[in-house]
């Protein structure tokens, strides 16, 4: 334990080690998780998390460069879906459409995945910031 880190900061970095470990077995949620990686570098959820590590005294850099190069048309986003595409054409090709629905469903869960893994540390920055921010005095 040590008093600067938050222990839920490390729930994705381990989540990703370990789903890593069998890309054989879990290749469509592999992909559906990639998707939601680059996909949540578009809009406005980089942009408040660079604010967030700012306002922290963390360098953002990392954030603002993802940002940039997290576009559909060409970006990561695109290759990440043009993936999922052609593993999906694969699939349905070699196994018919039940098995591809099924792949596409363990690739959802993928996507779903980032999500879930990143709830403890999103609700303990809130719990951070709320206990760090200046609160005003009652005199009475």
């Known amino acids: 334990n040590h008093p600067n880190f938050i222990d839920s900061a490390f729930d994705i970095p381990v989540y990703l080690m ?9 290749l469509p ?11 949540s570098g578009l809009g406005r959820v980089y942009l408040r998390l660079s604010e967030e590590l700012r306002f922290w005294g963390i360098q953002s850099a990392i954030v603002d460069v993802h940002t940039s190069i997290d576009n559909l048309s060409s970006g990561h986003s ?18 018919g459409e039940d098995i591809m629905q099924t792949h596409w469903r363990r690739i959802y869960t993928g996507y779903c995945s980032l999500q879930t893994a990143s709830n ?14 200046p609160r005003a005095h009652n005199n009475y």
Do not use: H, T, W
């Open 18 to 26: 370990a789903i890593s470990k069998f890309p054989s077995a879990f």
């Open 29 to 39: 949620e592999l992909l559906g998780l990639n998707m939601a990686i680059e996909i």
């Open 78 to 95: 695109a290759l990440a879906i043009k993936a999922i595409q052609a593993y999906l054409d694969e699939v349905s090709a070699c196994y």
């Open 120 to 133: 403890r540390f999103k609700f303990s920055l809130i719990g951070q910031y709320l206990l760090k921010r």
